[in-house]
């Protein structure tokens, strides 16, 4: 066979099929085909050999000659030590096929290999597809490549690799923006999931804060401490420091093949990541025509796909920016909710929450919990003599002082008027004492300058009160404290007074009239619900201890434990009749709040789509109590359905069931 030569004239006037006919013939090859219809075997492809022998080549897919011509198709043969000795088109610009190198020193060893072994095989190698074919031409056994130009596949399935990342990274990343309302759980949220999701070495998000100047570092991931602390703070008004202030103060898009390349990058970027960076791409955030926050996007050093996915980032941040000016309306919203308008600290509501909440966790941890109610003495007659701005004026004075006195994670709340409640979580009585002492002698030196230019002094007399010494809930705990305050009025103002001893809780009188509850009940069902109840009280006395209820509350949950199985097999089978009748009894109108909220689900997916503390804290504790009693093997494995608070309480007592 003499050697190969390059007719492209005659190869473009040619058609597809006929192309490779003439192209395999300059090689000494004659080649027919049938069409590259699909058979049961295979795509068969038929080359007559100089001998006159004909053998049919059996690809596994079509070597897509539609699109034959030098640069698109090649062809070559190897000799037995891997050489080529042949080659035509497509296949003389490949290195793999070079005829001073050996095939079996390449990527395509394993392949010619096998085909010597006369097994034929396809492979896709750098957006190239061999196929390989053992032959015997005359006295040499001889492999036959056919190399295709695969980059478009190869693009393609790279887009299709891309679509499906960029679908999977929008899922993620949305569900973790839609299940935070909050900014900063939505903050961490986010930034944890978009590093994740798109592999990248670093993600970094600043918000504007409406009692910041500039925009606070919210969010990051893959960032040193150095790093995150220069970075806490960006103002877009000043002259830029890094990046993210240009990009904030320009509202453009910036991208970077490498953090190296930019002096501000090089400097910062480069520095704090926790992995070798690569790219990076800061993107403003922008709601309407205001400017939210940066977002900073960081790749891993090697990621040289990172700037083609610039849609997907940018898609993202567009989604971050309405989730974000979401949350920054839904937390000013519950700021006004919180807080006392004329003060700043929290209101009489929100003090209640906070109570509650530390009380529980104090039951549970056995530590002690302090509160001080503060009063201003003679407020009155302040507000009649210098008028009621100087009044307003006093009270936020006051709130200064509360502000200094106690420590961060303890709470301040104006309690109404003149009146202000101190909560100290682990506050014992000698530390309550002594920050309820100091608070009174900084307001009695505090000098107060009126509009009419006098100089007035105030005090204020103060009631301190100690869980679990003084009472066992939250409610006893401020009475106690309100007893302690008008003590001090009573002895002369301006002092502290300790509640001493524990307070007289008022009679409960029962409003749960058991005998008429298990009238509605069988004899049968009746001697089942008693022997239930007997078997939950341990649970119960548990739960109603920690989460500090009532004796009513107990009470109800114990009428609960016996009626409740009757009325949901009253639901399951929709006897409405009967179900109205539930609802006229008086003697069980006391549990129709928890019976008619059964089925509600903690994650927001019950029927009503109530979710949370907005379901009744009776509705709570007794559907884990009925899920130990009843249906234990479920309780681990039903995510979102219970208080994830009561679950964790009835878990330390493994022998509730």
Known sequence: MEACSDNKD???????????????????????????????DGYPFTLELPSGEQVTLDLDTPPLVSKLDPSEIGVAVVDAMGYTV??????????TLRPDISAFETDLALLIQAATRGTPGI??????????????????????????????????????????KSAEALRRVGKALTMNQNLSPLCSAAVQEIASSTELAAVLLWVHQPESDGYELVGSVGANREGTHALQTLRIDAECSCLAELVGGSRRTFTLNSVYENMMTAHLEAKFCYLPPGGLMTIPLVSGDRLIGMLELIARKGDTEFLEFSDLYETIAEHLALA????????SIEKLASKDPLTGVANHRCMQEFLDRRVNESSRTQADL??????????????????????????????????????????????????????????????????????????????????????????VSSGVAIFPKTSRDAAGLLRAADKALYQAKRNGRNRVVLFEGA????????????????????????????????????????????????????AILSALIIFAPHYRETLVVCDAERLEEFRRAAELRVLLPTLTTLTESYDGSGPLKLSGPRIPMLTRVLQVI?????????????????????????????DAA
């Open 503 to 554: 307070l007289d809780e008022p009679r409960v009188t029962s409003t749960v009239d058991l005998d008429r509850i298990l009238s509605w009940l069988t004899p049968r069902e009746r001697a089942e619900a008693l022997a239930r109840a007997e078997r939950a009280h341990p649970l119960v006395h548990h739960l109603v201890t920690t989460l500090g209820l009532s004796k009513g509350q107990e």
């Open 86 to 95: 042949r080659s035509w088109g497509f296949a003389t610009q490949l290195d």
């Open 10 to 40: 005659n190869v473009s006037e040619a058609q597809p099929l006929h192309k490779l006919i003439s192209l395999l013939g300059e090689m000494g090859i004659r080649a027919e085909s049938d069409g590259l219809k699909s058979s049961a």
């Open 370 to 459: 302090g509160v001080i109610m503060i009063d201003v003495d003679h407020f009155r007659a302040l507000n009649e003599e210098e008028g009621h701005d100087t009044g307003d004026m006093v009270l936020r004075r006051i709130v200064d002082v509360l502000r200094e006195c106690i420590r961060p994670y303890d709470m301040a709340a104006r309690y109404g008027g003149e009146e202000f409640t101190i909560i100290m979580p682990g506050g014992g009585e000698q530390t309550t004492l002594a920050v309820a002492e100091r608070i009174r002698q900084r307001i009695e030196a505090m000098e107060i300058v009126t509009l009419s230019g006098h100089v007035r002094h105030v005090t």
């Open 324 to 331: 974000l000016n979401s949350a920054i309306l839904f937390d």
């Open 626 to 654: 009925e899920a130990i009693l009843d249906r234990p093997a479920e309780l681990w494995n039903t995510e979102g359905q219970y208080d994830p608070q009561i679950l964790q309480i009835a878990s330390d007592m493994p």
């Open 123 to 164: 492979m896709y190698l750098d957006g190239v597809r061999y196929y390989a074919s053992g032959y015997e031409f005359e006295k040499s056994f001889d492999v036959v490549v056919i190399v295709t130009n695969a980059s478009e596949e190869q693009d393609a399935r790279q887009h299709a690799s891309r679509s499906s």
